[in-house]
């Protein structure tokens, strides 16, 4: 099972999204760090992604090729992440045949309700939790 991480920024949200697949120790799964920009690429291949690519073409290309997509709410929105998202980007994340689990952590300038005072750690957790039910199901 292929799993791309995409994260913006400092990967911040990657990187922990990725130590918490890691955590699984499943030979099951194939994690690759897709970031906006360099550094958030590396910050997901230091966290133990197995390989990483950066940008908009990486980006859309791989959002055809993998089985789950993780990330920050904000990858599907033009332009945010300070226009790191571009609308190519966001229209290849969401309209991937991939399934999309998506953590409602960015600023976006989208809220969703009654989730604000989920923390991270719960956010991360139920991740987890997630990803484990979906390997067992295939």
């Avoid at 922990?16 to 997901?44: C, F, P, Y």
């Avoid at 991360?124 to 990803?131: G, Q």
């Amino acid at each position: 099972m292929k799993i791309a991480v995409i994260d913006g920024m400092g990967g911040g949200i990657g990187s922990q999204a990725v130590e918490r697949l890691k955590s699984l120790n499943s030979n099951d799964i194939e994690i690759i760090a897709l970031g906006t920009n360099s550094q958030a690429t590396a910050n997901m291949l230091k966290s133990g992604a197995h390989e990483g690519a950066t940008g908009e073409n990486a980006i859309s290309w791989m959002c055809q090729k993998v089985d789950i997509i993780i990330g920050p709410l904000a990858i599907i929105a033009a332009n945010s992440m300070m226009g790191e998202i571009s609308p190519k980007m966001s229209e290849a994340i969401a309209g991937s045949p991939a399934k999309k689990l998506l953590l409602p952590v960015s600023k976006c300038n989208i809220e969703v309700i009654g989730l604000e005072s989920l923390q991270f750690k719960t956010i991360f957790n139920e991740l987890t939790v997630t990803i484990k039910r979906i390997i067992e199901e295939k």
